[in-house]
């Protein structure tokens, strides 16, 4: 145990260095301050949003065995969740593109309390209904959020590469948010026993519906449609997109991995510390020091989130994230080679929880810019259907844990290649859209749905700029 604690504040100084570095390395000028209180805003409700699922996460398990679940019973109840996800989950996010997406978000925060309150009945079927209406949930976190975000971001013309920023200051915050919300959850069900973390969430939920009704504006994507022709659009802005469709592979496999992951790393090592020590019946069983371990993935979710800005500074996020994506898929190969040795299996996940700092602000930054407005939400929970038949035929077919992770390094190395076969696309784009300064230009959705290059400079484009370069990009 003595290892997780050493390499827990190692990691604990490395987050802190890197923190301060590039708060220095990495600096930011902006004349609009409008965008300060714009990105409070966001980040506010984002953590709320964050917490009140985070709180839930430690003892859902722990809650369902200790109302006389099966084991069996238990899978069925998380197939239901990430099942509803998957079937409901296209459907809510044309809701949101056509009905709003501060709505959905509204709506996100009365289902997962609702959902919260399934979790007070020992009830098979009840705690079934509440994980489907989790699952939805989930959906929306994962996509309106985002989507309400950069419309309202683009409206307002803030200087694109500060969107990225706002992206990484989430994922720091998450991190953030993930560890403290742990704590306040063990301390409330030592308290009051497992279900009242859930009624803490509860409560955190309520305050981020207040915070969204009083400070948010509502934004749309298109009203006109119905809901068909939506999902439709969706599916035509995919296959005859190919950035998009990369995109769309690129979360799939990704993060159907990383979900795969949270449920394997425990056994994993587990089993390897059960190998390293004494069978002798004189000696108790050890046992992996959880709350030590879900910490220090999230110092290296944060010491990610770091390196994205410093990323960013120098190479175009399509460029870093194929090295990033290989080394991923790299880590799983260490409990596949290696799965008796607990500290090499240990960093190896620490290094792919660095993996996932850098790409969740990298993916949303992508997202921005080639995802089209008017079904950016349709389109984003559309890429959650594969990811969710990843985890669900996992759970199904009970299979062990090497042959899991080997799944995995499969899933991962498909990503490097697709990210590959993005930034091929990258290139092609109009030779002003690749020039560099001392970031990428991000790109810019121009009225004919054309990406243009956004200028480096502080001031927005005028009109007359934003012709010009479509009378360039025409030519090209």
Known sequence: MSFFVVSFWFLVVVCGAFYLYTRSAVQVFIKDHSFYTFKRTYIIVYLLAMAGDWLQGPHVYALYESYGMTVHQIELLFVAGFGSSMLFGTFIGSFADKFGRRFNCIIYGILYCLSCVTKHFPNFYILFCGRILGGIATSILYSAFESWLIHEFNAKNFDQNLLGSIFSSAVLGNSLIAIAMGLVAQFVADMFGFVAPFDVSM??????????????????????????????????????????????????????????????????????????????????????????????????????????????????????????????????????????????????????????????????????????????????????????????????????????????????????????????????????????????????????????????????????????????????
């Open 203 to 476: 409560s955190v939920l309520a305050i981020m519906i207040l915070v969204i009704v009083f400070a948010w504006t509502e934004n749309y994507g298109d009203q006109n449609i119905d809901l068909s022709q939506s999902l439709n659009n969706a599916l035509i802005s995919i296959r005859t997109d190919f950035k998009i469709l990369c995109l769309g592979l690129i979360q799939s496999l990704f993060e159907g991995s990383m979900y795969v992951f949270v449920i394997e790393w425990t056994p994993a090592l587990s089993s390897a510390i059960s190998s390293t020590v004494s069978t002798s019946a004189n000696i108790p069983k050890a046992t992996i020091p959880h709350g030590i371990i879900f910490a220090s993935f999230m110092l290296c979710i944060m010491i990610g989130s770091s390196l994205f800005k410093l990323l960013s500074k120098y190479s175009s996020v399509e460029s870093f994230m194929r090295i990033v994506l290989l080394i991923s898929a790299l880590t799983f190969l260490m409990p596949v080679m290696f799965p008796l040795n607990q500290c090499i299996i240990f960093v190896a996940f620490l290094l792919f929880e660095v993996c996932v700092g850098i790409f969740w602000p990298s993916l949303s930054t992508m997202r921005g810019k080639y995802v089209p407005e008017n079904t950016r939400a349709t389109i984003m929970n559309f890429f959650r259907v594969p990811l969710n038949i990843i985890v669900i035929s996992i759970l199904i077919l009970n299979l062990n844990s090497k042959i899991i992770f080997t799944f995995c390094l499969f899933f991962l190395l498909l990503a490097t290649f697709c990210q590959q076969w993005l930034y091929n696309l990258y290139l092609l784009l109009p030779r002003s859209a690749t020039t560099k300064s001392t970031m990428e230009p991000p790109l810019l959705q121009s009225k004919d749905d054309r990406l243009l290059p956004l200028s480096m400079k502080e001031e927005p484009l005028s009109v007359q700029k934003i012709e010009a370069l479509e009378s360039q990009t025409s030519l090209v």
